[in-house]
């Protein structure tokens, strides 16, 4: 299986951006997308699961209410809204899926060896 990530940029304080992650080589449907974070010098983060259908969705604390996860299983990508951006979210945003499948995020959904597939990161820098 391939993640590819983007929409990543350079966007000033209060602005808004999408990130894009399409995945490729296996199904997308079933399988449970998660998006983490990471800044030089910092363990990675998760940000955001989404499931599939009804499941649930889960976002750290920092992000809740400001950005929104959201996938397309026609089009194998799943999507993060952010909006209201500032320089603490400035990192490298990774996208990624477990390796069996699951169609529901787990309450502890942020641990990282829970996800065998990842992308390989696209940079988002806030200005402040």
């Given amino acids: 299986v391939q993640l590819q990530a983007s929409g990543g940029g350079l966007v000033q304080a209060g602005?808004?951006?999408?990130?894009?992650?399409?995945?490729?080589?296996r199904s997308f449907s079933g399988y449970i997308m998660g998006w983490f974070r990471q800044v030089p010098g910092k363990e990675r983060e998760g940000v955001s699961c989404i499931s599939m259908s009804d499941g649930p969705t889960y976002y750290q604390d920092s992000v809740q209410g400001?950005?929104?996860?959201s996938r397309d299983d026609a089009k194998n990508t799943v999507y993060l809204q952010m909006n209201n951006l500032s320089p603490d979210d400035t990192a490298v945003y990774y996208c990624a899926?477990?390796?069996?499948?699951?169609?529901?995020c787990k309450t502890k959904w942020a641990a990282?060896?829970?996800y065998g597939s990842w992308g390989q990161g696209t940079q988002v820098t806030v200005s402040s």
């Fill in 97 to 104: 899926t477990r390796a069996n499948k699951s169609s529901r």
């Fill in 112 to 114: 990282e060896y829970d």
């Fill in 66 to 69: 400001r950005f929104t996860v």
């Fill in 15 to 25: 602005g808004s951006l999408r990130l894009s992650c399409a995945v490729s080589g």
